[in-house]
């Protein structure tokens, strides 16, 4: 099935009686280096292929903010480098809350495919926002431009390695499906191997997601809340998810 | 005994003060979270063991010896200067070593290789008790 993008949002609605409000706005940062994205493909169950002209995208990584605001979806070329940011907002607050995952399972069944071109006069520009998810993600970047042509100074590596910098967002992106309330804002370095350390802290607890650089060492995540600490190793998305929702629960 | 004065780097200094206050370079800009105005545990994790960094501990400099302004510009990259207390590590069964006029190493806390769950917990101590004294200007 083929339609246009600006279509998605009426099209979902003619599926459902009860999913109104639905919205759907997309907008691209940096398009012109975008070739293909691939959309929705795990969340939705369905996907949205956007063609612009420019270098191909293989990968990408879809992450819902909050549910007033809509997800937002970041674009990350096959080699790591941040490529691109663009914004969906879907206003599914059935879907977002799970309450009838059943009934969003079989409207989302069928695969929606849409194209576009980058110079659409509909399609709107968007400045990256200051929201957790978004500043985490920023900060991810940022890692990866430190040090511009330099590979590391005196304290280590400059950059992280492109294993760390791919595993970092999976995880992060991957675990913003799974939290209750959004994350929140963190703090992410690269360490002396070229590992990433992202950091949340709160006076009542924290929690470290440790990333090696290579993948010879396994990811893991330390929790501390008062005297209780320790390591969850084998860190994924669902630990993450857990730690970070009782971080900010408590 | 022997005539000959040993170099700075193998001399003995005697244990520093517990009123001694030390520097720590915030060498990356993680380690300084902007968003809670604080020191991140990140600058206080010992780096590679195999590559035999920080053998002797993390890396800390004598703050009497030091103007800020010098000290930053002695890295070719610093995000940030955070002052410790010898005597509040004390407390928390580390040590400062000094092992040069200037310089010393804060010990007790192991490679993350050797008990990640101890040197995450000290680094996290080290974090908290970390007062933020200098950082760059916001772009």
Same mark, same amino acid.
Request: aromatic share 10%.
């Given at each position: 099935?083929?339609?246009?993008?600006?279509?998605?949002?009426?099209?979902?609605?003619?599926?459902?009686?009860?999913?109104?409000?639905?919205?759907?706005?997309?907008?691209?940062?940096?398009?012109?280096?975008?070739?293909?994205?691939?959309?929705?493909?795990?969340?939705?169950?369905?996907?949205?292929?956007?063609?612009?002209?420019?270098?191909?995208?293989?990968?990408?990584?879809?992450?819902?903010?909050?549910?007033?605001?809509?997800?937002?979806?970041?674009?990350?070329?096959?080699?790591?480098?941040?490529?691109?940011?663009?914004?969906?907002?879907?206003?599914?607050? &059935?879907?977002?809350?799970?309450?009838?995952?059943?009934?969003?399972?079989?409207?989302?069944?069928?695969?929606?495919?849409?194209?576009?071109?980058?110079?659409?006069?509909?399609?709107?520009?968007?400045?990256? &926002?200051?929201?957790?998810?978004?500043?985490?993600?920023?900060?991810?970047?940022?890692?990866?431009?430190?040090?511009?042509?330099?590979?590391?100074?005196?304290?280590?590596?400059?950059?992280?390695?492109?294993?760390?910098?791919?595993?970092?967002?999976?995880?992060?992106?991957?675990?913003?499906?799974?939290?209750?309330?959004?994350?929140?804002?963190?703090?992410?370095?690269?360490?002396?191997?070229?590992?990433?350390?992202?950091?949340?802290?709160?006076?009542?607890?924290?929690?470290?997601?440790?990333?090696?650089?290579?993948?010879? &060492?396994?990811?893991?995540?330390?929790?501390?809340?008062?005297?209780?600490?320790?390591?969850?190793?084998?860190?994924?998305?669902?630990?993450?998810?857990?730690?970070?929702?009782?971080?900010?629960?408590? | 005994?022997?005539?000959?004065?040993?170099?700075?780097?193998?001399?003995?200094?005697?244990?520093?003060?517990?009123?001694?206050?030390?520097?720590?370079?915030?060498?990356?800009?993680?380690?300084?979270?902007?968003?809670?105005?604080?020191?991140?545990?990140?600058?206080?994790?010992?780096?590679?063991?195999?590559?035999?960094?920080?053998?002797?501990?993390?890396?800390?400099?004598?703050?009497?010896?030091?103007?800020?302004?010098?000290?930053?510009?002695?890295?070719?990259?610093?995000?940030?200067?955070?002052?410790?207390?010898?005597?509040?590590?004390?407390?928390?069964?580390?040590?400062?070593?000094?092992?040069?006029?200037?310089?010393?190493?804060?010990?007790?806390?192991?490679?993350?290789?050797?008990?990640?769950?101890?040197?995450?917990?000290?680094?996290?101590?080290?974090?908290?008790?970390?007062?933020?004294?200098?950082?760059?200007?916001?772009?």
């Amino acid at each position: 099935m083929i339609t246009t993008l600006d279509t998605i949002g009426k099209t979902i609605n003619n599926r459902s009686d009860s999913l109104q409000n639905t919205k759907v706005i997309f907008a691209l940062w940096e398009a012109k280096k975008i070739n293909t994205l691939k959309l929705f493909k795990d969340y939705f169950n369905a996907s949205v292929t956007v063609s612009l002209t420019g270098s191909h995208i293989q990968h990408y990584w879809g992450l819902r903010t909050s549910v007033s605001s809509g997800p937002d979806f970041l674009f990350s070329s096959p080699e790591g480098s941040w490529i691109g940011e663009a914004k969906i907002t879907v206003n599914f607050d &059935k879907f977002y809350q799970r309450v009838n995952s059943a009934l969003v399972n079989r409207l989302f069944s069928e695969r929606i495919t849409t194209t576009f071109t980058a110079n659409r006069p509909e399609v709107e520009w968007l400045m990256p &926002k200051e929201s957790p998810i978004t500043a985490l993600l920023s900060d991810l970047r940022d890692l990866m431009k430190e040090g511009g042509e330099d590979e590391e100074d005196e304290y280590g590596a400059l950059r992280p390695t492109s294993h760390a910098f791919r595993t970092a967002l999976n995880l992060i992106i991957e675990a913003s499906f799974l939290l209750m309330d959004g994350y929140l804002f963190g703090c992410a370095s690269t360490d002396s191997e070229g590992g990433i350390r992202i950091e949340w802290f709160k006076t009542t607890g924290e929690i470290r997601l440790v990333i090696p650089a290579s993948k010879e &060492k396994e990811p893991y995540i330390y929790y501390e809340f008062g005297e209780k600490y320790g390591v969850d190793r084998q860190a994924n998305a669902d630990k993450l998810a857990r730690w970070i929702n009782r971080l900010t629960n408590i | 005994m022997t005539d000959t004065p040993l170099p700075p780097s193998e001399a003995v200094f005697p244990p520093l003060p517990c009123s001694t206050i030390v520097l720590r370079a915030l060498l990356r800009a993680g380690h300084f979270d902007k968003h809670n105005n604080r020191v991140t545990a990140a600058a206080f994790v010992r780096r590679s063991k195999e590559k035999g960094l920080d053998s002797k501990g993390l890396s800390v400099d004598l703050a009497e010896k030091w103007t800020l302004d010098e000290y930053r510009g002695s890295f070719n990259r610093c995000y940030g200067i955070a002052t410790l207390h010898v005597g509040y590590i004390r407390d928390e069964e580390m040590d400062v070593i000094q092992d040069a006029p200037r310089h010393g190493n804060i010990t007790g806390v192991p490679y993350s290789e050797d008990d990640e769950v101890k040197a995450e917990r000290l680094a996290g101590i080290l974090a908290n008790m970390a007062r933020p004294v200098w950082s760059p200007p916001a772009a």
